[in-house]
């Protein structure tokens, strides 16, 4: 599902161990050796065939591009040019029936021949070239070929369903080095006349070769990127300016979170795009587009970051970081890089017809799941009942407690509960098809996730037992008091106070833009231990039943439409009973709840902007003059790519919560994308359709009743809440990456 599943195969992590092996002891990445020249490419050419990774791909029956990302990874972290992605494509594109191609391939595989690869004139970047072939005589020139100083043949599509195969030694053949972004490595290749052979492309079409070669690309300038921020993360920690080490410097921190972030999520992607490929799932291309549509920026992103944090050191040649910028920008452009993947997105988005986002593959449970849910959805949630809760105003709109009890009734509130809390235990795949189907049904909201989580994490039997089949049931809303005037995201300032009082606890305080303040109970932090030092252990959680006597309930109505409330505790008594944990560990309880929440909201953030986008787009497939818009598919193209990077995020922190709780900067990662992702999505609805798209609710001519300008508004409390994003990338350089506090 994700990358940590991918990173836990033993072959995989073999593989990988041994090709950094293998680099690090016969390839120099810091500059000291002139890595371009055909003797040095042909020297680790030699032991790469020994390590026997020049054939993968070319096994019909086992064409897996999950170790070839492998392998181009760590390619691009050595700074290692040797032409692995030409052979690959070689190898998968040779036919076996013909005696010329199988001949190439044992040669290949042998080591006695390496192979140059082109696109010619099928590459999307016009500035390469083309040949044509005349009699079996070659012709043309091509420019920006690989490694073709050391290679023993050139291998150049002439058509959809033909190659043409040169002798690089041959007759008619001139070849010039080519230096590109400050390095040498491509060649310029003329043809005067030169010998081909010509022979059929095997069992691949030309566009999934030229996927292939992408996504390989990406891998390798995935490597390269990621070493090259490691080493930066690295420089912060020991690097000292005015005192103390940069990496303590917010700007630092918030710079280096960012670029965490691109690279998880390109890590992410990639190898979701390749586990489609292995399996033969049709929608594989897609996904490889969005890697390419999203990590065609975003790695050139982090090598400019990289470079800004090493300063005036990453200038020099003899650095190994000018390496890795220049891979970044040399594999990232190739192919018609992030545009042309864009425009074939585009393309599946409003041509022919059009296309939403694909459904993902959940597997056999999570899409019987889904489908069960839609089901039940369609008899319980549709018609004149889902129509008269969309007529109410916004505010109203988030909770029905009917349809709480309804769906309470399913055991679907519990879904990945365990079965001892009378929970259905169902994987995450499973929760993630359940909230997938409730977010495209438009349902209300149900549960108390957070809360749940930290009673069964921390609760007494008593507690579990008296407070969680009510929320099972769909019966009981719990809100969370956490906020505070003085304690916004900095928790451990708060002041509310809970003193120990004979069999109750008394609890003073106020608590601000509290959300679910119509709720049964509150889930509240406050101070047991004023002098507790450092501050945060002296805070406790309590469960406190919104009826109890004290309690002064103010609303306020938000900018976005809904509701919170300012809170005030007067000597509210809740009995002793209603600690959850032990006095004074409740900062334990707090931060494993948020960061369950983090996680949770993430997901749940990605998949709203999901919905959101398929609305938008059947509104512009509805207006020709937009969905032709150069401009409006570009945008669209970018936010199809970004929703599955914040997707793979999302699935990626199910699946560190099914071995126990998603570790905080994951939760805070996955926030932070999809929050903000929601804010470019709201701004960009406003761009494409102007005024009319301002409209609000209930008002003659609001697109959706307004849904676009209203989720605007609505993103900036996600963006603000449960930590403000500044506090969740000091997280992420902090607990993540180890810089400095």
Known sequence: MGAASLESDDVTGLLRDSMRGLLETHWRADGSTDGASPEAIAGIWDRLVQQGVTALGADPQDRSLSPILVVMEELGRAACPAPMWSAVLANIALPDASSAGSDTRRALAAGTASVAFSFGAFDPDPGIGAIALDNEKAMGSLRFVEAAGSATHLLVPVGETELALVDLGGPGVKRVPTRAMGAWGNWELTLDAAPAMLMPIGNVGLGDLRS??????????????????????????????????????????????????????????????????????????????????????????????????????????????????????????????AAHAKRRLASHLFDNGGAGLPQHDLGPAGNELREQARRWLARNWAG???????????????????????????????????????????????????????????????????????????????????????????????????????????????????????????????????????????????????????????????????????????????MYDGSFANIFYDNVRVPL????????????????????????????????????????????????????????????ATFACEIEVGRQLMMHCAELAADGITPPEYGAISKVFSSELMERFGEAALDMFGMSATLSEQMPGAIDNGRFEQNLRHSLMWVISIGTNEIQRSLIAQRALGLPR
Request: aromatic residues 10%; neutral net charge; proline residues 4%.
């Open 212 to 337: 292939v070669a992408a996504i390989a690309l990406l891998a390798r300038a995935h490597g390269a990127a990621r070493r090259a921020f490691e080493l930066a993360t690295e420089y912060a920690k020991e690097r000292q300016q005015f005192g103390q080490p940069i990496g303590r410097f917010q700007a630092i921190q918030h710079k280096l979170a960012n670029c965490f972030i691109d690279l998880e999520g390109i890590r992410l992607v990639l190898h979701h795009t390749a586990r489609l490929f292995d399996k033969g799932d049709g929608d594989w291309s897609y996904f490889a587009d969005c890697a390419m549509a999203f990590a065609g920026s975003a790695l050139r992103r982090v090598s400019l970051e990289t470079q800004h944090t090493f300063g005036a050191i990453g200038y020099a040649e003899e650095h190994e970081a000018p390496r890795h910028f220049k891979r970044v920008h040399l594999d990232t452009i190739a192919l018609g890089g």
């Open 384 to 558: 004149d009942r889902k129509a008269a809760l969309d007529a109410r105003p916004f505010a109203k709109r988030e909770f029905d407690a009917e349809f709480s009890r309804d769906i309470g009734g399913t055991g679907w509130i519990g879904l990945g509960w365990p079965q001892e809390f009378g929970g259905q235990a169902r994987t995450p795949l499973e929760q993630i098809a359940f909230i997938e189907t409730m977010e495209r049904s438009e349902a209300p909201r149900i549960g108390a996730s957070i809360q749940s989580n930290a009673l069964m994490m921390f609760g007494t039997p008593e507690q579990q037992k008296k407070y969680l089949p009510e929320i099972l049931r769909g019966e009981a809303m719990h809100g969370m008091g956490y906020s505070e005037p003085q304690a916004g995201s900095d928790l451990a300032a708060l002041r509310t106070s809970a003193v120990r009082d004979g069999d109750h606890w008394v609890i003073n305080g106020q608590k601000i833009w509290t959300t679910t303040w119509w709720g049964k109970y509150m889930f509240l932090a406050a101070r047991t231990d004023k002098d507790a030092k450092p501050p945060h252990a002296g805070i406790s959680m309590f469960i406190v039943p919104m009826n109890a006597p004290g309690i002064m309930i103010q609303p306020a109505t938000t």
């Open 577 to 636: 009973e209603n600690l959850v944990g032990r006095v004074n560990e409740g900062w334990k309880v707090l931060t494993g709840a948020l960061a369950f929440e983090r996680g949770l909201v993430g997901g749940g953030i990605v998949l709203k902007v999901a919905h959101a986008f398929e609305q938008l787009r059947q509104h512009l497939m509805a207006r020709p003059e937009l969905s032709g818009d150069p401009i409006v598919r570009e945008r669209m």
